[in-house]
């Protein structure tokens, strides 16, 4: 069993950064592929970034790429999402998820075991 809990979101202008975090329990952190997802009113959850359990792998939706980094600290159990040039588009409510093993699909949140309660993270123009 993994608890998540995402921080560092809030209120942030246009063009502006943010940096999330998200802290795991337990003891085998980097056994679990991790990942960030996104959900804004009245849309689906989308796949942000994910990385694997050591770290040496990262992915990212086409959205934002060159943007957005993905990073883990697994001494730390941590992962981070650092967020910058951020669009009013992007405000949601943004998940972190634990995945014991690999995800077939990184981008499907089918795939993933455990979430966090989500942070919200709001983007004005």
């Known amino acids: 069993q993994v608890q998540l809990v995402e921080s560092g979101g809030g209120l942030v202008q246009a063009g502006g950064s943010l940096r999330l975090s998200c802290a795991a329990s337990?003891?085998?952190?980097?056994?679990?592929?991790m990942g960030w997802f996104r959900q804004a009113p009245g849309k689906e959850r989308e796949f942000v970034a994910a990385?694997?359990?050591?770290?040496?792998?990262?992915y990212y939706a086409d959205s934002v790429k060159g943007r957005f980094t993905i990073s883990r600290n697994n001494a730390k159990n941590t992962v981070y999402l650092q967020m910058n040039s951020l669009k009013p588009e992007e405000t949601a409510v943004y998940y972190c998820?634990?995945?014991?093993?690999?995800?077939?699909?990184?981008?499907?949140?089918?795939?993933?075991?455990?979430w966090g309660q989500g942070t919200q993270v709001t983007v004005s123009s």
């Open positions: 998820a634990a995945k014991l093993g690999t995800p077939l699909r990184w981008y499907d949140s089918r795939w993933y075991n455990y």
């Open positions: 337990g003891r085998t952190f980097d056994s679990y592929a």
């Open positions: 990385i694997t359990g050591g770290g040496g792998s990262t």
